[in-house]
């Protein structure tokens, strides 16, 4: 990685962006293929740097870190080797003709070899996605450390005893492997306990297996301090509750707050000495939320 200052002239704006932005502290405050409304949410991380990795290869035909999959040998058949996917788990689906490129979740049902995957269809607000026989879809899957691709075309859509569709069976499955440390997009509640025992409640806005970034009150502390992280990590019908020692790494004023968050900064932290059932648990979430289509 060779990350280097970007002015803020050279970054585009209301346009999905052909590369990762950076602070000093590595960490990814914007992602390719996500889109900078205005000025003003460059300058605001100008004292946190603003930079680049100018080793890595442009985008520019479609948005996001997907197109990776386009340089990867496809694998035959589906299911990929040695996978066994599951019935309900989570799938995103991308509209390949439409202009406005969405992703959308969705539940595996099962599928018929060499015949039709089945796949609920996405609901919006309750209401089931409005789609057609024979539209093209790319359909995505999380399993282990790997995501899997492939496109398809839709068979046939029904309605009983739910709304499903039969997506007709892949010729081929593309597959890219997840980062070291990937991230997720969330939002949990969380408590923050310092040395002295004085308790904080904070957001988690983003979340990997080594950390996280926090939405917090300017008192939780600056970079270098510690304190214990607790917050309740819930996967499907499994639940726990996560307490975990972490280190600050870095302090910003966050690009994104809700209307009654515009006192909290943002903050980068380090998860330190994890045991090995807590770092399974960071993992599975991270996994999860990624499949139900939160990557960072």
Known sequence: MNLQPVSIEDVPIGVPLPWRLYDHN?????????????????????????????????????????????????ITPFPPPGIQPQVGEMVQLRLINRSVQTYYSARLIGYIRERSVLVMTPMLDGVPL?????????????????????????????????????????????????????????????????????????????LSPDGAQLHAPPTLGEPGGTFRLAFLAIMDDLGTTLNLEASILHVRIPRNTLGNESN?????????NVSASDALWLKGLVYHYIAEGHMV
């Not at 990795?53 to 386009?70: K, L």
Request: negative net charge; glycine residues 6%; contains cysteine.
């Open 130 to 206: 409005i789609l057609d026989d024979g539209e093209q879809l790319e359909v995505r899957m999380v399993t282990g450390n790997n995501i899997y691709v492939f496109q398809a075309a839709i068979q046939r859509l029904c309605t009983s005893p739910v709304h499903y569709m039969h997506l007709e069976y892949p010729a081929e499955v593309r597959t890219q492997k997840l980062r070291r440390s990937p991230w997720a997009r969330v939002s949990l509640d969380a408590t923050v306990t310092d040395p002295q025992g004085t308790r904080e409640i904070v957001r988690i806005v983003n």
């Open 264 to 272: 909290l900064l943002e903050y980068g932290i380090a998860f330190r």
């Open 26 to 74: 590595r960490f990814i405050v914007f992602a390719r293929g996500e889109m900078v409304t205005s000025r003003d949410q460059l300058e605001s991380l100008l004292p946190v740097g603003l930079l680049r990795d100018m080793d890595a290869q442009q985008q520019t035909h479609e948005s996001g870190d997907w197109t990776e999959f386009r340089k990867t040998q496809p």
